[in-house]
Every structure is written in C-alpha cells, then in structure tokens.
C-alpha cells in the first residue's frame, strides 16, 4: 500500500464547476497535511495546510480533513481553466520523520471553457 | 517571500560525469530537501539536511551524496552520472517543526546522455 494515495485522473470538469480531489494516507500518526499545485514543467506551490479534522476555507479552495477515515480532500469552486493542473497531495507522520513530506503522485484536472 | 533558487534550469552531462546541483535559500531555514520528480512515480526524496553538515537519506540515495556547509545552500551530486538519473530535481526548504510546509525552487531538468 502506497503512503500516499491519489487518483491520477485527469479529472475533468466544465469551468464553474465544482472540482473535488482526494487523497488516502496509510499513517495514522500523520499530522500535517498540504495540497500542492504543479503546472506543467514548473515546480509545485503551496496551496493549502490542514491540521485538525474538519473544513479549512481559502478564498475558492476548501481542504477537508477526516483523520478517522484517513483521507483528506481538496475541493475547487468556481473552476477556472487556469486551474487547470496537477494537484499533489503532502503528508507529514509520525513514522515518517517529522521534517519530511510523503506525497502523493498527483491527480491531474483539467477545466474546460 | 521565501525564494529557493536552484543554479540551474536545464543542465545536460554525459554518462560517468560528476554533476553538482546547487540550491539556495533565503529564509533561514533549518531543512532543506532534495527530490526528484518521474512521471508515474512523483516526488521521491533522495535526502534531507536539519542542520548544517547534518543529513538523512530519504528514499533513492543510490548514487548521490549531498553537501551542507551553509544553512542556505544545499548541493546535491551525482558522483558517476548515469541515463538512469536523467529526472526533474526539485529542491526545498522549510522551518523545522511538525506543520511547516515546503517551499521548492524552480527545479533542475537534468539529461545525462
């Protein structure tokens, strides 16, 4: 079993929608979650951090946390075509060192006009 | 802003050369990471540094050895070049502690050929 597990994709949605992205995690020990984007050919950027179990809002971006599940999501709304990317979830646990980030290997969305 | 800056953006070495890639950062940070990044696979951490002159193997370290004399810069070598070591280096930084996420640079597209 991966540490970190996401649906590759791509996930397509029409602009305006609703995108929702998920991620499963094997550690229950984990402690710190983040959501990343990579455009292509570009590194990933910080999107979102999530450490308590339950909803965090940032402008369009929503990160849910359900640590009893293992599963963290990450919800898109109002999709612009130019979220179109590929989002990386990132887990920090106990068994995998403090200073360390497990991520998974993407799911990549694609916003059509 | 945090800034890590790798040295370079595209780098091209023949099989069994020494190849050093360089990362700097701006924000005093005590981690710093080197990953590299194959479609399918994503990131996979080659090694870590908590402190000057202080380093972790992460998971792929065949094959690489790293070097922490600064705080802010963080090299990563490849000792005996392979094609096998043709991948997207990512390098990061973070602040220690549980919730600090990463920070990458601008990442390194090395080919050996």
């Known amino acids: 079993q991966k540490e970190v597990e996401q649906n590759s994709g791509p996930l397509s949605v029409p602009e305006g929608a609703i995108a929702s992205l998920n991620c499963t995690y094997s550690?229950?020990?984990?402690?710190?979650f983040f959501w990343y984007r990579q455009y292509s050919g570009k590194s990933p950027e910080l999107i979102m951090s999530i450490y308590s179990n339950g909803d965090k809002e940032d402008g369009r971006f929503t990160a849910q946390l359900n640590k009893a599940s293992q599963y963290v999501s990450l919800l898109i709304r109002d999709s612009q075509p130019s979220d179109s990317a590929t989002y990386l979830c990132a887990v920090r646990g106990l068994n995998t060192g403090f200073q360390k980030l497990v991520f998974g290997t993407g799911t990549r969305l694609l916003v059509s006009p | 802003d945090v800034k890590v800056t790798q040295s370079s953006r595209y780098l091209v070495k023949r099989t069994g050369e020494k190849v050093f890639l360089e990362c700097v950062q701006d924000?005093?940070?005590?981690?710093m990471f080197w990953y590299r990044q194959d479609p399918g696979l994503g990131l996979r951490l080659i090694y870590f540094s908590y402190d000057v002159k202080m380093k972790e193997k992460g998971d792929i370290p065949e094959g690489y050895s790293v070097s922490r004399e600064k705080k802010e810069r963080f090299s990563l070598i490849l000792e005996s070049a392979s094609t096998n070591q043709t991948s997207m280096y990512l390098c990061?930084?973070?602040?220690?502690?549980?919730?600090?996420?990463?920070?990458f640079g601008n990442g390194t597209r090395l080919t050996v050929t």
């Open positions: 924000m005093d940070h005590e981690n």
């Open positions: 990061a930084s973070s602040f220690g502690g549980n919730g600090s996420p990463l920070h």
């Open positions: 550690d229950r020990g984990s402690q710190s």
